[in-house]
Every structure is written in C-alpha cells, then in structure tokens.
C-alpha cells in the first residue's frame, strides 16, 4: 500500500490541516493501491503563501540558473523513469509500453525543453522609442486531469517555473501519486523551497480555493469544459489570467482520394490512444458516402487488434478505464446510441468475456452516425469512435466544425495541398495531415469551448509571462537602455 500522507508546501512535507484522505484504486484489480491525504483551504492559504514568499527571488533570478535548476530536476527525475511508468499504469491503467513514453518519458523531455529554452539571454524586442519585457505573471495554481498525470502537470509546471513564476499544484485525487514523486525529486535536489508547492485534494476543497485565492496570478487547468467553465467563473471577481486546455470532439476528415486503408487505421489508433482517455482523441471520423460500408469493415478489423488485458503485460495494448465511475459513464453512453439509429459495428457496453475483473470498455465502433446525435457531439472520452458519412468535403468540414469543441483534428488525402487547405478551415487548434506526429515544441490548444491559450514551447512558456512596455523619448534612449 503506497501512503501519502503530507502535502508538500514550502519544500517541505507538511501534515495535511484535516484527517481526510481518498483511496487510490488499482483499475485493474480494483483492489486499493494506496491512499493519499485530501488537503483544504487552509493547507491552500500556506501553499499560496509559501509560493507568495519564494516568488520575488525566484523571479529575479537570472536565466540561466533557472535553466540549471531545471535541467538538474529533469535528470532526477530520469532517474525515476522506470517507477513513473509502472506507477501510472497501476493508478490509472495504462498499458506499460504506452505508460513509459507518454506517462515518464515524455515529462521529463518537457521539462528538459524548457531548462533548454531559458538557457539563453531574453530576447531584447524594441518598438520604436519602447522596449518591450516580459515579465512572470506571479503565482499560478495548477490543476491537472487524472488521465496524463504528470505529463500535464509537467505541461504547466515546467514553463511557469522557466518563467519566472512559482506554483501550486493541484493534481487529481484520482490519480495523484506520481505527482509526488515530482515534489520528492525537488526535495531529494534541493530545489529553492516554496517554488512549487503540492496540496491534493477534490475540486471543491483545494481547486476552487486556489482558483479563488486574491493571491494567485493565473490559473491554468486541463480538464473537461464545465469545470472549465467554472473555473472563468470563479476567477471572475479577481479578473485572473487563466489558460485552459478543455474538452474536445475531435474529428478525422477522410477526403474521398485519401488512402482509405491506412487513413482508416491511423484514425482508429487515434480515437483509441490511452484507452480513448485523451482530450485530442479523434473520436469522429468523418468518411464519404460512398466509403463508409468499407471504412467500418476497415475499422472493425484495427479495433480487433487491440489486445485488452493487465496493464503491467508489455503484450496489453489497451487497459481499463481510469476508475470505476468512469467506465460506468462510458458504457451509458453506448447504450444510448444503441437506442437510436446508429449500427453498432464492434464492441458494447458488457464487461469483455475473458476479463470478468477490471474497469473495461471493449473498444466500440458506431457507424452511421447522426451528427447530430449524442454520441457525435458530447465527449465519451473513452474507447467509442463514431463514423459519420458525408455527402461531399464541403458537408465534411461542416460536421466537423459543428460542435461546440475545436481542439483536434485530422485530414486525410492523396494531395498534399488541398489536404492543408481542408485542415486550414477546420476550426481546431491542432491538425494532423496524413497522420502527422506528435511534436512537444508545436503549441496545442483549443478553439471555441476546447479552451483559452496554448500550451507546448514557446507559445507554452509565453503564457506565463505578462508583457509591459517601457516608454522612452527617443528610440536611441530605449535602445542605450537595452
């Protein structure tokens, strides 16, 4: 059993101001893994006031000690490499060979790329007789999702403490204790205190007393769009900066030239990454008329290959849905769409037959689908992909764009050029074109109610930074004054 007890505030771990805590589960046993303790307001006050204090010398700090601090952060937590990807999938079930890249490889590299980025002078930008700084917005609550733990929180964390700016995280209570291992790494390094600060705890305990604390900056949160939502209306009456990565619908075009059996496949693969527990999962794929009988035959054959099983089997392709509550939304929205007009192609809402234990959703393939309908325009966020026929591209980028979200999105054609003019009027913050690999650099986001901001390199990092002019007579004085 893996306890948790403290908070980590000020570099240190501190008892939690209550006795409460919440049960870790093992998706795939369901069996406790550990527990870890639920935080209040009042571990959120000395959190808040801890990054309060380290925030002047930290943001003043030079650049390149910064850098160092960072870079000597991501070799500590290389080192955990191995733990971090058999602790995610036993919390939250994925598969160990996904687990390794996505869930530990790829927050270190994050954090790496970011010690990278401030390692160099700032960039001097004049205007004409003003100089333009940028400067770290101040103190930023983090709140993160139960289905990346730490590569989110690494999302936020690494460019906000690059720039400047000190942090208090709120993970998941679902999934929190690799985030842990974060705040163990600075305390093994010792890392400047008070710089980042660690309180879990439920949203409306620990997230919406730091959303609405006087004393936090910026707001940046991943997760579904009501909490977002609430989240803009929390931080209102203390007007602060907010970066959101929501919800999403996203959709895959396939162009009627498209190479219909590898453009099929990739889209199955990617409505189906992490268990379909991703907000950019292509959970629509959008095919011509007169394709779609072949598309679901293609469909259903990569949905077979998925092999469901133990997490912790380097052969398990897909594991469980991240905590029982989940699996169960999941399965109700397939057995709605099994109510209307759509054709059930593969999978159900049953617990798969050879796995009579853990949070299971077989992976499911609707195909026909109303865009209109519940399936097509609400987020599963699970292992469900609907296929939705379309009577030219002009009625494809409609479906696609006809749903409240705008993160992700896909193009699928022979022709290189009208596949990036199909994907310039998709109104989404990231296309893929013919399959296109996943780059840590590129910033990510949503449009729409997908989100406010971006995350990822350069565009990640300005974020946390507020832009000030300096005003001078003359251009030569602001140019001395560099």
């Not at 006087?214 to 203390?238: E, F, Q």
């Amino acid at each position: 059993m893996l306890q948790r007890p403290h908070q980590f505030i000020n570099g240190q771990w501190v008892a939690s101001a209550n006795a409460s805590r919440h049960a870790i589960i093992n998706p795939y046993t369901e069996a406790p893994l550990g527990w870890a303790a639920l935080g209040d307001a009042t571990d959120v006050d000395a959190a808040v006031a801890a990054a309060r204090a380290a925030w002047p010398a930290w943001a003043s700090m030079p650049r390149l000690q910064r850098a160092q601090w960072l870079g000597k952060l991501a070799g500590a937590l290389k080192a955990r490499i191995d733990t971090i990807g058999a602790l995610e999938s036993a919390e939250m079930g994925s598969p160990i060979s996904f687990s390794l890249l996505a869930q530990a490889q790829l927050p270190v590299m994050v954090m790496g790329s970011y010690a990278e980025m401030v390692a160099g002078p700032e960039e001097v930008e004049r205007i004409g007789n003003s100089r333009v700084v940028r400067e770290p917005v101040g103190v930023v609550a983090a709140i993160t999702a139960w289905n990346y733990p730490l590569l989110l929180l690494f999302g936020k964390v690494a460019p906000a403490m690059a720039a400047g700016c000190t942090v208090v995280a709120k993970p998941s209570e679902i999934a929190p204790l690799t985030s842990y291992l974060l705040a163990d790494a600075m305390a093994e390094i010792g890392f400047p205190a008070g710089v980042f600060n660690l309180v879990n705890g439920t949203g409306i305990e620990v997230g919406e007393a730091l959303v609405r604390h006087p004393d936090v900056d910026m707001v940046s949160y991943t997760g579904s769009t009501v909490t977002g939502r609430r989240i803009m209306a929390n931080a209102a009456p203390t007007v602060k900066k907010l970066a959101l990565e929501l919800g999403g619908k996203s959709a895959s075009v396939l162009l009627a030239d498209a190479p219909l059996e590898q453009a099929v496949r990739g889209a199955v693969q990617g409505a189906f990454i992490n268990g379909g527990q991703t907000c950019i999962a292509l959970s629509r794929l959008i095919v011509p008329q007169e394709l779609h009988g072949k598309a679901l035959d293609i469909a259903a054959d990569e949905a077979a290959r998925f092999k469901l099983g133990d997490p912790m089997d380097k052969a398990t392709t897909m594991g469980p849905m991240a905590f029982a509550g989940h699996r169960d939304r999941v399965r109700k929205f397939i057995r709605e769409a099994l109510t209307g007009d759509s054709q059930l192609v593969c999978g159900g809402a049953e617990q798969p037959k050879d796995l009579p234990q853990g949070y299971f959703v077989s992976p499911t393939i609707f195909g026909n689908v109303d865009p209109q309908s519940t399936l097509a325009q609400q987020e599963v966020f699970g292992p469900v992909l609907a296929v939705i026929p379309s009577r030219d591209e002009n009625h494809a980028v409609e479906i696609a764009n006809g749903t409240i979200y705008g993160l992700n999105g896909a193009v699928w054609s022979a022709d290189l050029a009208h596949a990036v003019a199909i994907g310039r009027r998709l109104r989404c913050g990231k296309v893929d074109i013919n399959g296109g690999g996943f780059n840590m650099n590129a910033p990510a986001g949503g449009f729409k109610q997908s989100g406010i901001g971006r995350e990822r390199g350069r565009y990640g990092l300005e974020e946390y930074l507020e832009v000030k002019a300096l005003q001078f007579n003359n251009e030569e004085l602001a140019t001395r004054a560099a």
